[in-house]
């Protein structure tokens, strides 16, 4: 298991921040809840300001549910270039059922994705990410 704690988080969301600026997102999704933090610090340091969540569930602490299940997606408005955010793309099925209901509703989007961790094994990956990890990783807002 890998601990992640806040001076990590801190230095990586400057990072990745910086890898994403070149898309010129006007908005950010994340998926909640791991995404939540990293899209607050994403958008202070690139100056977007409109963020949309969208609810998923795909674990029970350390359990893997079956499939994902995805909440209500958010109307995205006139948002033309959307970064997706979460934490982790584990086994990449929740980005990928998510990612394909954002693409079958807003056909006019242009959307990319970004995670602070990557699994080599997932079926999907994420458009920018910093670290690849076959670890589970325990963030350090999961200790509150």
């Known amino acids: 298991m890998r601990e992640y704690g806040y001076e990590e988080f ?6 990745l921040s ?3 600026s070149d898309f010129e997102a006007d908005g950010i999704l994340f998926i909640a ?4 933090t990293l899209a607050h610090f ?8 409109k963020m949309y969540a969208v609810n998923t569930i795909s674990y029970d602490g350390q359990t893997k549910l ?8 958010p109307n ?26 954002l693409r079958a509703l807003f056909y006019d989007t242009e959307f990319r994705t970004a995670s602070l961790f990557q699994r080599e094994s997932a079926v999907v990956k994420a ?11 325990e963030f350090f807002w999961e200790k509150a």
């Open 10 to 15: 801190a230095v990586d969301a400057k990072k």
């Open 18 to 20: 910086s890898m994403v």
């Open 33 to 36: 809840r791991g995404g939540a």
């Open 42 to 49: 994403v958008a202070m340091n690139t100056g977007i300001r």
């Open 66 to 73: 079956g499939a994902p299940i995805v909440g209500e997606l």
């Open 76 to 101: 995205l408005g006139e948002a033309k270039r959307v970064i997706v955010i979460d934490e982790i793309v584990d086994s990449g099925e929740t980005l990928k059922v998510v990612m394909e209901k």
């Open 127 to 137: 458009d920018y990410y910093l670290h690849l990890t076959d670890e589970w990783v």
